[in-house]
């Protein structure tokens, strides 16, 4: 079980690397990034709401109270982060936003031996180290970066980070009493509800009658959403989530070897070594880990 949910993470981190071939084609189309993040909740939570009604609308069934652990794992985490994250973006770039965003584990790490008493081990923390330089040579934010970065730039993109890393806290938590399906179902609904009166969508329905927009926003739903989601929420359920987050950052490997296969992008030599280091901290945190 422990091995199937190892993968289960991975595959779904891997999902989540996928993203940029459904986004790039929904802001050609003139989305923007809120409204994409819009479609993508929406998206998501539509088909989990029809799926769950078909298997098991039991499922459905929770307490009033425990609504505050999908106000946590939907709109503190799923709206914040992705808030945070694209504000970044705009603040300083892409590369400098991505590395923010993967303080993530580190957050995670923290918080799982406050709630959980999670073992902080010599392993996790050397895997941390790895998986955050893997990403910066990954990115390229090193060894050629030297802009500078601003106080909000870098308040947005920790607190990128930090959003990114409730979603680890919160979800273990619902997972106490709840089935993965049912996290992610009332996580997306919850999601669904807090964004949809700043995504100014109804601005963008002219877009609807565009093809491409309903097959790439149902992809984006499907792929990179639902079944990333879905994949690592089952699999958060079963280890620590200290180790599920550090395993996610397999995800910008993912995403910079789909622009090498897919985009023609080169990969440098220090993008391979960051992958090898990530590829490395994946392994490196499965082994049972000795107190510190």
């Known amino acids: 079980m422990k091995k199937f949910a190892y993968l289960s993470v991975v595959i779904g981190a891997a999902l989540w690397g996928i993203i940029g071939l459904f986004v790039k084609e929904l802001y050609g189309q003139g989305l923007t990034p809120i409204q994409v993040v819009a479609i993508r909740v929406i998206t998501a939570a539509v088909i989990l709401l029809i799926y769950i009604l078909i298997k098991n609308p039991s499922l459905l069934i929770i307490k009033p109270l425990d609504g505050k652990y999908f106000i946590g794992t939907g709109i503190f985490s799923i709206v914040f982060f992705n808030w945070c994250f694209f504000s970044a973006i705009k603040e300083t770039s892409l590369s400098v936003a991505t590395i923010l965003l ?46 500078s970065i601003s106080f909000p730039g ?74 990333a989601f879905g994949l690592y929420t089952h699999g958060l359920s079963h280890i620590e989530s200290s180790r599920a987050s550090i395993m996610a950052t397999i995800e910008p490997v993912v995403a910079a070897l789909v622009g090498l296969l897919l985009f023609g992008e080169v990969l440098t030599i220090w993008q391979l070594g960051g992958i090898l280091f990530v590829l490395a901290s994946i392994i490196l945190v499965q082994k049972q880990p000795k107190p510190v």
Not at 120 to 144: D, E, H, Q, S, Y
Not at 200 to 226: C, E, M, Q, R, S
């Open 102 to 147: 993967y303080t993530g584990p580190a957050f995670v790490t923290v918080f799982s031996r406050i709630f959980f008493k999670e073992l902080l081990t010599k392993r996790k923390v050397i895997a941390l180290l790895m998986t955050f330089l893997g990403c910066a040579f990954v990115i390229g934010l090193v060894p050629n970066h030297s802009n």
């Open 154 to 227: 870098l308040l947005l993109g920790v607190g990128s980070g930090f959003g990114y890393a409730l979603y680890s806290i919160f979800g273990k938590f619902a997972l106490n009493k709840y089935s993965f399906l049912t996290t992610i179902t009332y996580t997306f609904l919850f999601a669904s509800v807090a964004i949809i009166p700043a995504s100014h969508l109804w601005d963008a329905v002219h877009l609807l009658y565009n093809t491409k927009v309903w097959l790439y926003g149902i992809g984006l739903g499907v792929f990179p959403t639902v079944l």
